[in-house]
């Protein structure tokens, strides 16, 4: 199992055998917030970011997705959890922090999206790599992760080695997204970045929203937020992306190009929070408790993709292509770090 859309759990969107959906991801939600309390604990006693606790303790327990019962729960928390808790975050802020962006850091994402993809399409074939695979782990590094990767997936031409570029692509990608949170903290601190800088930094940067939102709260809560508003910025550039992606590889198929995915429904309710916020229609009493479930939830997830984390899938990996990611990676990095360094705002 790979996910969690099982025939037993789509019914969920039809509010249909609720009783067998929690039967079903009540074991893995439970060890995923069971790892998320020890996290917090861990942290509250050494003053250490509670993420990066969820993180390695759900890594050590990666056992639990390899069969058996937790997986179902796991799929659920490390997904769905996420999105809600990340669609509360939008209950934190207003339009005035959208504003509070500036045209430099919307520049630099915007740029940032295009020169990764565009680099990944034209380096693969040095590799001996197919274009549409530079395109796919391209697109994957600069918006969205796994999410990007599958969007992406959907509209290239299909080949005999599509699903399995997919599949490294999604691995390679959260492998690569998972060190990320551990390290750019590091390098933002070096730079001696502020809460703001170091936001736009890890928010502009790091591959899928989860850690970012890890790495960004394991600084301040600023920082968090910031970087969680700059990478929900990345996510919005996903359908341009896809859609000229299309046009470029539609020669590749019959079918020509294929509809656009819609919009993820977490951005859409993270943006109806904001909107609600801006025009102060939550209740100030609201705010803090949802604050904290938001928080509670990223943590939760947090641990869950600690243990969909496979170091020996990892390393199964081929040479090429993952020289091929982490090119990407840094390059979008060393072209964001040039631009909080040299662009004003």
Same mark, same amino acid.
């Given at each position: ?113 295009? #020169? ?16 549409? #695979? ?35 692509? #999604? ?127 990223? #943590? ?46």
């Amino acid at each position: 199992m790979t996910d969690i859309e099982t025939p037993r759990l789509r019914a969920f969107a039809g509010g249909r055998r609720i009783g067998d959906i929690l039967r079903l991801t009540m074991p893995g939600l439970l060890a995923s917030v069971v790892v998320a309390i020890a996290a917090t604990s861990l942290s509250e006693h050494y003053a250490a970011p509670v993420m990066l606790f969820a993180l390695l303790l759900g890594m050590a327990l990666n056992f639990l997705f390899e069969e058996g019962r937790c997986v179902a729960g796991i799929n659920f928390a490390a997904k769905h959890v996420l999105r809600w808790s990340i669609a509360l975050l939008g209950a934190q802020m207003t339009a005035a922090d959208l504003g509070s962006l500036g045209v430099a850091p919307i520049g630099t994402m915007v740029a940032g999206v295009a #020169v990764t993809i565009a680099f990944g399409a034209l380096a693969a074939p040095l590799l001996g790599l197919d274009r549409r #695979v530079g395109a796919l782990t391209g697109g994957a590094v600069a918006i969205c992760g796994a999410s990007a990767a599958l969007a992406i997936a959907a509209i290239l031409p299909k080949t005999e080695t599509s699903e399995r570029d997919t599949a490294f692509t #999604v691995i390679g990608v959260t492998a690569l997204s998972t060190l990320a949170m551990i390290i750019y903290p590091a390098i933002a601190a070096a730079l001696h970045f502020d809460h703001r800088a170091a936001g736009i930094f890890l928010g502009g940067t790091i591959h899928d929203v989860a850690q970012v939102a890890g790495a960004g709260f394991s600084i301040s809560d600023e920082t968090g937020h910031l970087a969680t508003l700059t990478k929900l910025f990345r996510v919005l550039l996903l359908l341009p992306a896809v859609y000229v992606l299309g046009l470029m590889f539609a020669g590749g198929q019959s079918e020509g190009v294929r509809a656009t995915p819609a919009i993820p429904g977490f951005l859409i309710g993270f943006a109806a929070l904001a909107a609600l916020n801006s025009l102060h229609a939550i209740p100030q009493a609201a705010l803090p408790v949802l604050a904290q479930v938001s928080r509670w939830g990223l #943590v939760v997830a947090i641990a869950a993709l600690g243990m969909k984390t496979s170091i020996r899938a990892v390393a199964k990996l081929g040479f090429r292509p993952v020289l091929l990611l982490v090119a990407e990676t840094l390059l979008l990095m060393l072209l964001v770090i040039a631009a909080i360094t040299w662009l004003p705002g």
